[in-house]
């Protein structure tokens, strides 16, 4: 049985390996042209046709050197002087892991 198996897929392995060569060869005409299978096949037509892009001109306007908008400052005067921030708060005692208790 195992040698019937093992001569069967070596055949199959032979016949991969030596056959499309084999076809390639016995495929050329004479002429030189190969042997075409479709001959008859022929693209479908396009769902659309694309137009090309009209030729546009565009205008060249005249360059207009652009102007700086003008800063209007105002004086700000602190009337009275902002508070000091707080301490900062101490961490929360509960906060944490629980303590072992013994």
């Keep these: 049985m195992a040698a019937r198996t093992r001569s069967a ?3 199959l392995v032979a016949i991969v390996l030596v056959v499309p060569p084999l076809v390639r060869a016995a495929s050329t005409a004479p002429g ?3 042997i075409r299978l479709n001959r008859g096949f022929n693209f ?6 694309i137009a090309p892009p009209p030729e546009a001109t565009a ?3 005249p360059t207009v050197e652009p102007t700086a908008p ?3 400052w105002i004086a700000v005067s602190v009337a009275a002087p902002l508070p000091a921030l707080p301490a900062a708060a101490p961490p929360d005692a509960l906060r944490g892991p629980p303590p072992l208790l013994a």
């Excluded at 479908?44 to 046709?49: G, L, R, T, V």
């Design 59 to 61: 205008a060249v306007a």
């Design 32 to 34: 030189g042209q190969p």
């Design 44 to 49: 479908p037509p396009a769902k659309c046709h």
């Design 70 to 72: 003008r800063a209007v």
């Design 9 to 11: 897929v070596f055949l």
